[in-house]
């Protein structure tokens, strides 16, 4: 069975600073995708970055970067420069090939960045 | 907007009142997903239709639960007889297909079981 397993539940990092979060799965399924979301206080889920089982590098979409580091099933999300409005929860999510319907979700992380 | 949309937003109802929310994917959509987020957690996947088929419902959905995507477009997810531990977000969620393609996420829609 897919898991996700994010084990910092709040973060702290100042305004421009670079702040890692942290995701780790598990499947026994090849094929996958992991996916990384931020949900502000608004509630909406706003898609940030994928990365693919199979993708040789690692992802990059603007300030943030996926370390994908498979052998150790980890996907941290890196959020360089950080900014005011980072302040968020952060879901990594994976989803299997083969099971291609369903996203299993991590309990997430929330980040506040000080000023 | 071309998002997806959900309505209502909120919902508060008594126990044992029947509920219906409705979620409009992104158009060039073909997958619509449902899943429920409660204080805390991180969202719980229900269930996810290809055009007008459901293709899965999660353990989670129980028999007063049901979901329709009649026609490939919109789709409703009801909630018979609720309960107060139905008091949850519900999210609708719409994508191209499968692997890389992200799912969008609509506003969500919050119930409140009283």
């Known amino acids: 069975a897919q898991k996700i397993t994010q084990t910092q539940p709040g973060m702290f990092v100042q305004e421009k600073e670079a702040v890692t979060l942290d995701c780790t799965y598990d499947?026994?399924?090849?094929?996958?995708?992991l996916f990384w979301y931020k949900q502000p206080s608004s509630g909406e889920m706003i898609f940030l970055i994928y990365?693919?089982?199979?993708?040789?590098q690692n992802a990059t979409e603007g300030r943030y970067s996926l370390n994908f580091q498979k052998a150790r099933k980890s996907a941290n999300l890196v959020i360089s420069a950080s900014q005011l409005g980072d302040s968020a929860m952060y879901f990594c999510a994976m989803r299997e090939d083969t099971n291609a319907g369903k996203s299993t979700f991590g309990d997430g992380t929330t980040l506040t960045v000080k000023p | 907007d071309t998002g997806v949309s959900q309505n209502p937003r909120h919902k508060i109802t008594k126990r044992g009142q029947n509920v219906t929310f409705r979620c409009d994917p992104i158009s060039e959509h073909n997958r619509l997903y449902w899943y429920r987020q409660t204080l805390g957690q991180g969202p719980e996947f229900l269930t996810y239709?290809?055009?007008?088929?459901?293709?899965?419902k999660s353990r989670l959905l129980s028999d007063r639960f049901s979901a329709e995507r009649p026609k490939g477009s919109f789709s409703t997810l009801e909630i018979q007889r609720t309960e107060q531990g139905d008091s949850a977000m519900y999210l609708c969620?719409?994508?191209?297909?499968?692997?890389?393609?992200?799912?969008?996420f609509g506003p969500g829609t919050r119930l409140t079981v009283l």
């Open positions: 499947t026994s399924d090849p094929s996958y995708g």
């Open positions: 969620a719409s994508s191209h297909g499968h692997g890389g393609n992200e799912q969008f």
């Open positions: 239709f290809q055009n007008e088929a459901q293709l899965e």
């Open positions: 990365q693919g089982s199979y993708d040789q």
